[in-house]
């Protein structure tokens, strides 16, 4: 069992960069791949990055190739997200999620056993 607390949220102007944390605690940390998902109104929860146990194999949506970076710290049990050059349709809930089975590239919700309480992401035009 692990427990996932996200933090980092908040609103920004479009252009902008937020850094997302998500803190875990319990099970050993790097016995996880790590995801990011989110989730705006009235539209279902999508996979928007993922990270191997050791860091070196992470995978993208397309929508933020380019602009949103994924990272762990093992030692501090801790997975980031970094979100530049954000829009507005960036704008969603995000979740951080551990797949104790998989290595980064599950995009599917049902794969990750394990989820967080999420952070709001608001990016104003």
């Known amino acids: 069992q692990v427990h996932l607390a996200e933090s980092g949220g908040g609103l920004v102007q479009a252009g902008g960069s937020l850094r997302l944390s998500c803190a875990a605690s319990g099970r050993t940390f790097s016995d996880y791949a790590m995801g990011w998902f989110r989730q705006a109104p009235g539209k279902e929860r999508e996979f928007v990055t993922g990270?191997?146990?050791?860091?070196?194999?992470?995978s993208y949506a397309d929508s933020v190739k380019g602009r949103f970076s994924i990272s762990r710290d093992n030692a501090k049990n801790t997975v980031y997200l970094q979100m530049n050059n954000l829009k507005p349709e960036d704008s969603a809930v995000y979740y951080c999620a551990a797949d104790l089975y998989g290595g980064g590239s599950n995009r599917q919700n049902r794969a990750y056993e394990h989820w967080g309480q999420g952070t709001q992401v608001t990016v104003s035009s």
């Open positions: 990270i191997g146990q050791n860091g070196f194999f992470t």
